[in-house]
């Protein structure tokens, strides 16, 4: 658990390791430091050297042997908050550029149900109320539970607010009923009766699209202004044609 959250801060994993033993260590030589993370000396050499032109280790000699020492966790972890605090405040910059292109619209493909995750996590830590066409009758529960879970708890936190169409059926129905989160449902009564894929709308301009179908398990998200407004506006003639709300 240490060393991933070392790993996704941008230590490698060799790095993390050593990081460790060194902290657990105190103070301690290069070889003891090698030995302790099951590492060879030679390998150790080089990351210490890396670790410490970037502040994380420190060296000193005392009658010719070479002592090295982590730094402190504390110190750790207020570098790891200053490098997030200095990520948004360039990420305004950061968004500039990234739509800079003429080219349009941008896709990206997410595979698998870890794909499907991200999209819908990205929607609800958007910022901004969404809204989307849903059918939990299709919904892997294993992607429910994350809802429940991450994304619903993210959009609370937030401050979203989510309006859902739905084909009107029982499993709709069931999950309506126990649903506590502050969503606001509309059943449909689809001509398919079923929708096949989850479409999400968000930030705009992004489009997410999600299949659950077992063979054809995947998402996209399509990022384009003026597809995000003409399927808004579809949206928003069934939402208003679709009579009341049903929140929970």
């Not at 936190?157 to 989510?162: A, E, F, T």
């Not at 998402?219 to 009579?243: N, Q, R």
């Amino acid at each position: 658990m240490l060393d991933k959250i070392l790993i996704e801060n941008g230590l490698s994993p060799k790095e993390a390791s050593l990081y460790l033993s060194i902290l657990e260590a105190g103070e301690t030589t290069l070889a003891h430091a090698a030995d302790k993370a099951h590492l060879k000396r030679s390998t150790v050499y080089s990351l210490v050297d890396g670790m410490r032109d970037r502040g994380f280790l420190s060296e000193t000699k005392r009658r010719g042997i070479c002592y090295i020492s982590a730094l402190s966790p504390r110190l750790l972890i207020e570098r790891f908050a200053s490098s997030a605090e200095q990520a948004k405040s360039v990420l305004p910059q950061l968004m500039e550029l990234a739509y800079a292109s003429p080219v349009k619209p941008r896709i990206r493909f997410y595979e698998g149900l870890e794909g499907i995750k991200q999209i819908l996590f990205d929607a609800a830590a958007s910022g901004k109320d969404y809204i989307g066409f849903i059918d939990y009758a299709l919904m892997p529960k294993e992607i429910y539970r994350h809802i429940r879970t991450k994304v619903a708890p993210e959009r609370a936190k937030l401050g979203n607010h989510l309006q859902l169409l739905m084909p009107r059926n029982e499993t709709n129905a069931k999950i309506l009923a126990e649903y506590q989160q502050k969503v606001e449902h509309r059943m449909v009564d689809f001509p398919s009766r079923k929708n096949h894929i989850e479409i999400l709308l968000y930030e705009g301009s992004k489009i997410g699209c999600m299949s659950y179908m077992k063979n054809e398990m995947f998402g996209v998200v399509i990022d384009s202004e003026a597809i995000y407004v003409t399927l808004k506006d579809l949206f928003m003639l069934i939402w208003e044609g679709a009579g009341t709300s049903i929140k929970g």
